[in-house]
């Protein structure tokens, strides 16, 4: 890889100073390179979330931000001051754990309160701070119970509390979400998304759940293999994924084998396929991407363009949709093709297996990635 | 990334140590230091000496030439591997088929059958001996048992290493047997195996490195163990009563080191396959493994009762016979019952002060290594970097298990009973014997120590380093609570061996700190049998006290503490 320097050009960060920032971080464990010369940026009041498949660095990274697993090379300055080397006694974080890492023999109320003390804060303000932390994290009836006889939502909310309790410049989550069940998680990514607008505290959440990256971040950096693949918005990482890796890890992404045929034509197979001329950036065998929600079914009389024939060889029924496996001997390969049809326009169309269809592909939903996958 | 301008990008971050960092690593030295001090040291100086002559001049392996051409010593090798070979066969066997029945059938009284086996542990290994004697000596009651065979010799050895190390081994494979996997005897009953073919396509192997383990076990401390084969040995010589009759019989410490040093090597072997055994154990336990939950069976539940009924009454009458030897006038003439040989004043090894020595080098032990030994575990575990240092701290902490009690106490001598040593004011005083119980014993508390912090959530002292807290009030707030069932067991295992422990005290306790352990060896070397036995059982009585004042504790914080150790 070369040099991973994330571009950064989002709204976000414009004219303002980097709040956090990493310069060619490294860390090696023995032979192996978790995190290979990362530099990214990060603005005051962001939530930015790292995400990727397990093993990716994410972790590491957060870790090596916090001074938990000091980096091997690089750089990280926080606030204007290196802070590269500290231990993170000596920086300023808060920090919760998936595990919530509460203390198990202390009540609610102390564990909230460990991180105020011996800063010679008087009895009352401590406790004040604490009732005030209660409230903002809706447990205030729980002060006097322990860990374990709360829920793991509400353990996490507590976590949460006592890492925020000194007003750290910078909080960091660590997959804080996923020892909960469903249901409990979507609750709680809203509720920590409402509370870190609220305090306006930068935060930095690592996840390797792309829901919870989608719906909580203002910045997704996409990991794969400890390098950054791509810094973006959750919207421009869906609509516009770097790399094969970004597009096929967030969300579903079709690849199919084509060429270059032109300056705005791809060819798929013998599906010849109109695109946006500026996506064309390479010659000769490509691999055309688009996402499964994309593809649209034609019906009655009415003809689309870029549209081919498929047949219907599956549908799974998922809700609030149908996944549809298609084949399509046009494109000439024995790739399958995922649409995902909704319940009304299967039911307006009588759509079933072992059907053959017209499908289409928008020309600016296409996507081209060089070579093939 | 304009800004950035990296003019050397390869520059290796050299973490910075907080002073919570420095703090613990100065712990960690100082006690580190403690085990160069009280082990590492002293083994060289013994080593050293088994190349000097009786004067302190280098002789080269003249010694060991020696002694390799003297079959009276030599011999001693193939006696001691013999008896631990035969003993470790006999206890794994019936240790297997008591845990076995513990773990795995539905009979009664299981907790009665579990307290009643862990007897052996609260007696010197003294004691076992002396009640043989009086079962199968000269003049033993059930004599005609051996149809003319001796007890004095390797019969009784065996016989009474069994008793002693029976609870070592019924633990270990306890613990092996009990983390089985319920589902593939699921499995292997839906597939209609036979029953005999469960037990040795599933029980046997789930449980082998538990085997293996114990096994390896009952060989360290039978081949180290000096109680049984001085008291009922006879003349069937072996390593370690030869270590104590070379240095207290003949004076002769030069043949003494080279004993010890020949006594080192399968303990050192035993130790380090016992060590690789025990981490393949560690990987095979599985997360997901459902706990097996034993199904009632009349007949089977009631064969094994009967066996383990059977191994209790073996225990039971042993002390029994050691507790009726002390309360009788004398044996076998006299049986009417008296406190005459209770008067420990009137004997050899000390008197009554030997028994309160007992107590305040038990008490100390227990104070002290606890203290020790857990602060050194947290220091090890739960540091940041400084990695070399914690790996040499590890070394010399597992260390201890592979010494022979005895071979430490030798090394002492040799140590601290040199004048230019500045640690020689110990010499000859009580901290010397708690300094030598706690090192001898120290690897077990530190495992115990580190298998309780390793439970903790690894992100505590994450959470309190970006709270800025200082260590310290992790420590005394969350860890020591947290851990302390576990410092609980430490403190009462130091208190128990320290009690019963001769080997490690035997060549340095001096007259003003006699201990009742050695007492019970001194005055059955002076012929009183009875008073030895009755010594015997005050140690018992005592850590039979302890162990009760330890469960009181232990459930009345375990009923305070449920609050939040419910899960």
Not at chain 1, 165 to 187: C, F, Q, Y
Not at chain 2, 7 to 20: E, G, I, N
Not at chain 2, 477 to 492: D, G, M
């Amino acid at each position: 890889m070369s040099a991973n320097t994330a571009d950064i050009r989002v709204e976000t960060g414009n004219g303002q100073k980097p709040y956090l920032t990493a310069s060619n971080l490294t860390k090696q464990f023995g032979n192996f390179t978790a995190l290979s010369d990362i530099s990214l940026e990060i603005y005051e009041g962001e939530f930015v979330c790292f995400l990727g498949p397990s093993g990716c660095g994410k972790t590491t990274l957060l870790r090596a931000i916090a001074g938990l697993d000091i980096q091997t090379f690089g750089t990280v300055t926080q606030g204007g001051e290196d802070v590269s080397s500290l231990p993170p006694s000596e920086r300023d974080f808060g920090i919760v754990f998936q595990s919530y890492a509460l203390f198990p023999n202390l009540t609610i109320h102390k564990n909230i309160a460990f991180g105020l003390e011996n800063r010679k804060l008087p009895r009352a303000d401590i406790d004040k701070r604490v009732n005030e932390l209660l409230e903002l994290v809706g447990l205030n009836s729980q002060a006097d119970k322990y860990p374990a006889q709360l829920s793991g939502g509400q353990q996490q909310r507590i976590a949460l509390a006592r890492a925020i309790a000194t007003n750290p410049g910078l909080l960091l989550l660590d997959e804080p979400l996923s020892a909960l069940d469903a249901k409990v998680r979507a609750h709680l990514r809203h509720e920590i998304k409402e509370l870190q607008r609220t305090l306006g505290v930068t935060t930095i959440m690592v996840t390797h759940d792309q829901e919870e990256a989608l719906t909580m971040a203002d910045r997704i950096v996409v990991m794969n293999d400890g390098v950054i693949e791509q810094v973006g918005s959750p919207l421009e990482i869906y609509r516009h994924p770097a790399s094969a890796f970004v597009a096929d890890f967030i969300g579903t992404m079709n690849f199919v084998p084509g060429q270059v045929n032109g300056s705005d034509t791809l060819k798929m197979g013998s599906v010849e396929l109109k695109c946006d001329p500026e996506k064309i950036t390479e010659r000769g065998n490509i691999t055309v991407a688009f996402r499964p929600e994309n593809l649209l079914v034609q019906e009655g009389g009415k003809k689309l363009p870029n549209a081919f024939e498929a047949e219907v060889k599956y549908m799974e029924f998922m809700g609030s949709f149908f996944r549809v496996d298609l084949l399509s001997k046009q494109t000439n390969s024995d790739a399958h093709i995922k649409g995902d049809f909704s319940i009304n326009m299967v039911r307006r169309t009588g759509v079933k297996e072992g059907d053959t269809i017209t499908v289409s592909i928008p020309h600016d939903r296409l996507t081209v990635f060089p070579g093939v996958n | 990334m304009a800004e950035v301008t990296n003019s050397t990008p390869l520059k290796v971050v050299k973490p910075k140590a907080s002073r919570d960092d420095w703090t613990m690593r100065a712990f960690m030295v100082m006690i580190g230091a403690y085990l160069l001090i009280a082990l590492a040291f002293p083994l060289y100086i013994m080593l050293s000496k088994s190349f000097e002559n009786k004067d302190g001049v280098f002789i080269g392996v003249e010694n060991y030439i020696k002694y390799f051409s003297t079959p009276a010593l030599f011999n001693s090798i193939e006696n001691s591997v013999t008896i631990s070979i035969i003993t470790m066969v006999i206890t794994v066997t019936l240790a297997f088929i008591y845990a076995y029945a513990l773990t795995r059938s539905c009979m009664r009284f299981k907790g009665f059958f579990k307290i009643m086996a862990m007897i052996p542990i609260l007696v010197p290994s003294l004691l076992p001996g002396i009640g043989l004697i009086y079962m199968f000596g000269k003049q033993g009651y059930m004599k005609w048992l051996l149809f003319g065979e001796t007890i004095y010799g390797p019969l009784g050895i065996v016989i009474a290493e069994v008793f002693f190390t029976f609870p070592h081994a019924l633990l270990i494979i306890m613990t092996a047997l009990s983390i089985s996997d319920a589902r593939l005897y699921e499995a292997a009953t839906v597939l209609r195996a036979p029953k005999w073919k469960i037990f040795w396509t599933v029980t046997l192997p789930s449980a082998r490195y538990g085997l293996i383990s114990a096994a390896f076990v009952v060989f360290t401390l039978v081949i180290t163990d000096f109680g049984v084969p001085k008291v009922i040995g006879g003349q069937y010589n072996v390593l370690a009563v030869d270590i104590y009759k070379q240095v207290i019989g003949q004076q002769n410490f030069s043949m003494g080191a080279v004993v010890s040093v020949v006594l080192l090597i399968p303990a050192i072997f035993a130790f380090f396959i016992d060590r690789q055994v025990q981490k393949k154990q560690v990987a095979q336990l599985s997360a997901r493994a459902v706990p097996f939950e034993p199904k009632p069976d009349s007949k089977f539940d009631a064969l094994m009762m009967s066996y383990s009924g059977f191994i209790v009454l073996i225990i039971v009458t042993i002390l029994a016979t050691c507790q009726f030897a002390a309360l009788v006038k004398f044996w076998p003439y006299n049986l009417s019952l008296g406190l005459q040989h209770y008067n420990f004043d009137l004997m050899d090894g000390g008197g009554w002060d030997s028994y309160y020595n007992s107590i305040q080098m038990a008490l100390w032990t227990a104070a002290v290594g606890t203290t020790v030994v857990f602060t050194g575990a947290y220091m090890v575990e739960k540091g940041r970097g400084f990695q070399q240092g914690r790996t040499l701290f590890q070394f010399l902490a597992m260390m201890p298990m592979a010494v022979p009690g005895m071979v430490l106490g030798l090394s002492y001598i040799f140590f601290f009973n040199n004048p230019d040593n500045p640690f020689n004011f110990i010499y000859g005083t009580m901290a010397i014997l708690v300094v030598s119980t706690v090192t001898h014993f120290y690897t077990v508390a530190h495992l115990t120590a580190m298998t309780a912090l390793k439970q903790m959530d690894k992100e505590f002292e994450s959470v309190s380093q970006s709270l800025q807290q200082p260590f310290y009030k992790m420590f005394l707030k969350v860890t020591v609570p947290v851990c302390s069932p576990a410092i609980l067991e430490i403190a009462i295992y130091l208190f128990v061996n320290a009690m019963t422990t001769v080997s490690a005290v035997v060549f340095i306790y001096s007259y003003h700190t006699q201990l009742a352990s050695v007492a019970v060896l001194n005055m059955d070397d002076a012929g009183d049998i009875a008073p030895a036995a009755a010594m015997g059982m005050m140690i018992f009585y005592t850590n039979a006290a302890a162990r009760l004042l330890h469960a009181v504790v232990s459930k009345y914080m375990e009923k305070k503490t449920q609050a939040w150790r419910q899960r």
